[in-house]
Structure formats: structure tokens, C-alpha cells
């Protein structure tokens, strides 16, 4: 086993998401941090082999890939087996991936195949080499140490910046085909939600509403609007999406998607330590709600005390016509 590391890269139609880059830039800084010497990636999916060509230029000294179709719809079990297959090809000690539904999902059964401990969420690299993560909804953070000799790691997606090109790389690597056990199941349907708007954790700017809403038609006649005017992703308090008004997939905080755009516009969301745990990392906080005392306003940057439902459709055509 060597002293290499393996990222696994999120990729969409052959092009490189945010998320990959995210967790390419921490196995970068830990590579430093740990005295580790290479870095390999693994993309999967249609566009594989376009994506990982487009790894090189990161530095990668190799990019493992397959665009088989049992790759094509995102199942736990066979995207496990083929990080395992890359990261025993690689002779890498420690995989890489960054904290969204689909790196938390795949990376434990990863580490049982590979008998790796591993540390999930985690926010930063002390120059000690420890590991940082939150704890208790961020109230606290912990140094851990990962004392396995193969070490996993999921990084939190707000917390790095994207990996930037840095010269050249070595080359790509086909993955052979692995064998799908049946109880990987099979994916029947898959529908994308949102449109045409951006991914909740990709997005630069983000609209969220909250249980103030009321329902799930006035999401659509009030959030919808103010988030295409900004071209921004749509996103949901808890309450929100337990009381229907918003799917699950748009959830924000604790328990949801952590993001940390560059706009962050709160909607009738009071604040609770759940959902700010997923969004006080968002460059500039806007927080419009009629009650002056809520604790979202502990954190914003600019706040509207005002009922939403007066205020929003102003708003809205008013950005529409400074766009325009």
C-alpha cells in the first residue's frame, strides 16, 4: 500500500461538479498536511471518461473512470465497489469524498470493504494533522484522528474551496466492470427536481422559505419567482418540507443540505439551531421575517422585519428590473 490518496469526483454529463472539486482540494491540503505523495481520482457515470480527462490538468496523476451503464443511476452498492476497485488499483492509503447525500451514503459501506476507519463532515486540517468536524450542530468542534491504516475521510462541501488547475497530469485508467449483486436493487424511475434552477450545494445564491409559507402553492407563487429572478436554487427550512409544503431533497440544515452560497435569502424561517447549522456559512445572509425577535436575525447581514407576503412580490420585480 502506498501513500497515495483516491478522490472520488462528482461529475454530471462529463462536466466536474463543485462538490468533486471541493473534496480534490482537501486530499491537496492533506496531502501536504499528512506527507502523502499522490493524488488519484475515480469519476463514474455517463461522461466518465470526458470528465476524468478534464481531471489532468488538476495535477491527478491518475483518473480512474468507467461510463458503464450500471453506473448510469447512482446506487449505494456498485459505486462502493468500483471507489474499492480503484482505491486497491491505486495502492492508495486514504479515499476521499465530499459530505453530500451521495458520498455519505457509499463511503461507510467503502470503509467496511476496506477495514478504514473514517472521519465524515469534517471542516478543516490542523497543521498537526488532526481533523476537524462539528459537533452538536456546530456548537462544538472536535479533533479527530483516524488510527486505522486505511483512512476515509468525507469533507464538508462549504468548507474548502474548489480545486483550481495547477498544470498537468498523468493519465486515465479504464475501470474494469464489477459484478452488481442483486440486492443492490435497481433504480425504476429517476426524476431530477427543480427545473432549471441550480443545485441546492452548487448554487451561488439561495432562496429558502420556511413554515411561514403556509403551503405548497405559495412556495411557487412567492419563492419560486424571487429565486429565477436571481437565478438562484430553491431551498426549505425542516418544518417546510415536514408540513409539505417543499420535497425532502430541498431541505437546508442539520439534518439536510449544508450550503454556503454567496447569497443566502431566508423566508420566513425563524432560525432554529437545526437549520442554521446548514447556512451560517453563507457569504451574505438576508433574513425577511415579521417577527423582529426571531433568531435568524442573530446571523444575517441584512434583515426585513415585514410579512413576507407584502414584501416579496416588491422585491422580486424590483431585482427584475435592476437584471434587467
Not at 474499492?84 to 459501506?109: L, N
Not at 427536481?193 to 429558502?208: F, I, K, Y
Not at 405548497?216 to 419563492?223: H, L
Not at 442539520?254 to 424561517?269: C, S
Amino acid at each position: 500500500m502506498s501513500n497515495s490518496i483516491l478522490v472520488y469526483v462528482e461529475q454530471e454529463g462529463g462536466e466536474l461538479q463543485k462538490a468533486g472539486l471541493v473534496a480534490l482540494q482537501a486530499a491537496r491540503e492533506l496531502l501536504t498536511s499528512w506527507s502523502l505523495g499522490e493524488i488519484h481520482t475515480v469519476v463514474l457515470g455517463a461522461g466518465a471518461k470526458d470528465a476524468a480527462e478534464k481531471l489532468l490538468p488538476y495535477g491527478v496523476t491518475k483518473a480512474y473512470y468507467s461510463d458503464s451503464a450500471i453506473y448510469e443511476k447512482y446506487r449505494a452498492v456498485p459505486y462502493a465497489a468500483a471507489f474499492v476497485q480503484a482505491f486497491e488499483a491505486s495502492t492508495s492509503s486514504v479515499g476521499i469524498a465530499a459530505a453530500t447525500t451521495t458520498g455519505k451514503d457509499f463511503f461507510p459501506r467503502v470503509g467496511v470493504r476496506l477495514s478504514a476507519g473514517q472521519a465524515s463532515d469534517i471542516i478543516g486540517i490542523q497543521s498537526d494533522g488532526l481533523l476537524q468536524r462539528p459537533m452538536f450542530a456546530g456548537d462544538v468542534l472536535a479533533d479527530v484522528e483516524i488510527t486505522t491504516e486505511r483512512k476515509l475521510i468525507t469533507v464538508r462541501t462549504s468548507a474548502f474551496d474548489a480545486a483550481l488547475p495547477e498544470g498537468d497530469g498523468g493519465a486515465v485508467e479504464e475501470l474494469p466492470e464489477v459484478s452488481v449483486p442483486a440486492y443492490a436493487g435497481e433504480v425504476v424511475n429517476f426524476e431530477a427536481s427543480g427545473g432549471d434552477r441550480p443545485e441546492l450545494t452548487e448554487a451561488e445564491a439561495v432562496v429558502s422559505g420556511g413554515r411561514a409559507l403556509q403551503s405548497e402553492e405559495n412556495f411557487e407563487k412567492y419563492i419560486f419567482p424571487l429565486a429565477d429572478a436571481l437565478g438562484a436554487a430553491v431551498g426549505a427550512s425542516r418544518a417546510a418540507v415536514d408540513s409539505g409544503y417543499a420535497p425532502n431533497d430541498w431541505q437546508v440544515g442539520q439534518t439536510g443540505k449544508i450550503v454556503a452560497p454567496q447569497l443566502y435569502i431566508a423566508v420566513g424561517i425563524s432560525g432554529a439551531i437545526q437549520h442554521l447549522a446548514g447556512m451560517k456559512d453563507s457569504k451574505v445572509i438576508v433574513a425577511i421575517n415579521k417577527d423582529g425577535e426571531a433568531p435568524i436575525y442573530e446571523v444575517a447581514d441584512y434583515g426585513l422585519v415585514a410579512d413576507l407576503y407584502e414584501v416579496l412580490p416588491d422585491l422580486t420585480e424590483k431585482i427584475k428590473s435592476a437584471r434587467s
